[in-house]
């Protein structure tokens, strides 16, 4: 049947946030909606994509925090000290590729073929694990760019991915949609990043 998660729905500043839990570790998230049913249709979708057959209850969670954080990260305030315990994925490349994107920093960016040679794989992968990434903004996937420097996909939308890494300092033209390079983290950068947390 697979794990169970309990999810709920909050409200912070008008927008709907879809938090998901098995006790004390977060299983996926959304970023801030539109409407309650938005939300718990992406929930969902989150969490089937990253972790398959669970098993989601609706009951209330007592997390307001967690739900104030990501609301203030998609508003483009920085990542505050509150500690999130994220669930362990089963698939050690994909458990590893999240951890890595969990290090660039704010104010920076990578690609999708360093992040690629920092976790010897390939950049298609990288894009694969990004797109099942179930914690947006909580773990910055939207900070990983093309090689060509195209803001690239984001689940949420280009438009959303340019507007979070413009409000963290990155410089991003709008008309071609793609990033100033003079802050891209290379990958002995993002090595030496997860050198540091171990």
């Known amino acids: 049947m697979g794990t169970e998660v309990v999810f ?18 977060l299983y ?8 309650e049913g938005e939300a718990e249709e ?4 989150n ?12 009951g209330r969670i007592e997390d ?11 508003s483009g305030e920085p990542r505050s000290s509150l500690r999130v315990n994220f669930a362990i994925h089963p698939n050690k ?40 990434n179930p914690y947006p903004l909580l773990i910055p996937c939207h900070r990983i760019v093309r090689g060509d420097m195209g803001v690239g ?9 340019a507007r979070l890494l413009m409000m963290e300092g990155v410089e991003v033209d709008l008309k071609s949609m793609r990033v100033n390079p003079d802050k891209l983290i290379r990958a ?9 947390v171990h």
């Open 8 to 25: 709920w729905i909050f409200e912070v500043g008008g927008k709907f946030i879809g938090i998901a839990k098995r006790g004390e570790l």
């Open 28 to 35: 996926c998230n959304t970023i801030p909606l539109g409407s």
């Open 42 to 45: 992406d929930l969902a979708s």
């Open 47 to 58: 969490c089937r994509g990253a972790w398959g057959a669970l098993r989601m209850v609706r």
């Open 64 to 74: 307001e925090a967690l739900a104030r954080e990501i609301y203030s990260l998609y």
């Open 93 to 132: 490349r994909f458990q590893d590729a999240l951890k890595m994107m969990s290090l660039i920093p704010r104010g920076v960016f990578t690609t999708y073929g360093e992040l690629a040679r920092a976790l010897n794989t390939s950049p298609r992968v990288i894009g694969s694990y990004a797109a099942r």
């Open 153 to 161: 996909g984001y689940g949420y939308g280009t438009e959303l991915k």
């Open 188 to 196: 002995e950068g993002l090595i030496a990043l997860g050198r540091c």
